[in-house]
């Protein structure tokens, strides 16, 4: 994968239907730092579990939510753990799963970035991010 960062795209299910985006907006809000991105959406910064303040070396993803409730989730040299931990919390904050998916629904990458989803998922447990229904 070119570039500096590595992400992972999703999408909200039920967003729209169960979930609005100013709703998902302020679920989010106590989870950290948001930033409005004109037009399109917004970026969570989130907080460290620990110290409730931004902590680099603990961190969790950045988020990026998207209008159409889609998400970009910023793994780059993330652990593992705090990339699946934070997806669990995020999910279980909103109330509604988070799936993989590009935009359409379809994954559109090279081979190798495939395989090295499809072994995060195999790793994560599934197809879904988080435990809500």
């Given at each position: 994968?070119?570039?500096?960062?590595?992400t992972?795209?999703?999408?909200?299910?039920?967003?729209?239907?169960?979930?609005?985006?100013?709703?998902?907006?302020?679920k989010?809000?106590?989870?950290?730092?948001?930033?409005?991105?004109?037009?399109?959406?917004?970026?969570?910064?989130?907080?460290?579990?620990?110290?409730?303040?931004?902590?680099?070396?603990?961190?969790?993803?950045?988020?990026?939510?998207?209008?159409?409730?889609t998400?970009?989730?910023?793994?780059?040299?993330?652990?593992?753990?705090?990339?699946?931990?934070?997806?669990?919390?995020?999910?279980?904050?909103?109330g509604?799963?988070?799936?993989?998916?590009?935009?359409?629904?379809?994954?559109?990458?090279?081979?190798?970035?495939?395989?090295?989803?499809?072994?995060?998922?195999?790793?994560?447990?599934?197809?879904?991010?988080?435990?809500?229904?």
């Amino acid at each position: 994968m070119g570039g500096d960062f590595t992400t992972l795209p999703g999408y909200i299910i039920g967003g729209g239907d169960l979930i609005t985006f100013e709703e998902i907006r302020k679920k989010v809000e106590s989870l950290g730092k948001i930033v409005d991105i004109e037009n399109q959406g917004f970026r969570l910064i989130p907080y460290s579990k620990e110290n409730e303040k931004l902590d680099f070396d603990e961190m969790y993803p950045v988020i990026y939510f998207n209008k159409d409730y889609t998400i970009d989730i910023y793994i780059s040299f993330m652990k593992f753990e705090k990339v699946t931990e934070f997806m669990q919390i995020l999910s279980d904050t909103l109330g509604v799963p988070i799936e993989h998916a590009d935009n359409n629904g379809t994954i559109k990458k090279t081979e190798e970035d495939i395989e090295m989803l499809e072994e995060f998922y195999k790793n994560l447990g599934g197809g879904l991010y988080g435990r809500s229904k």
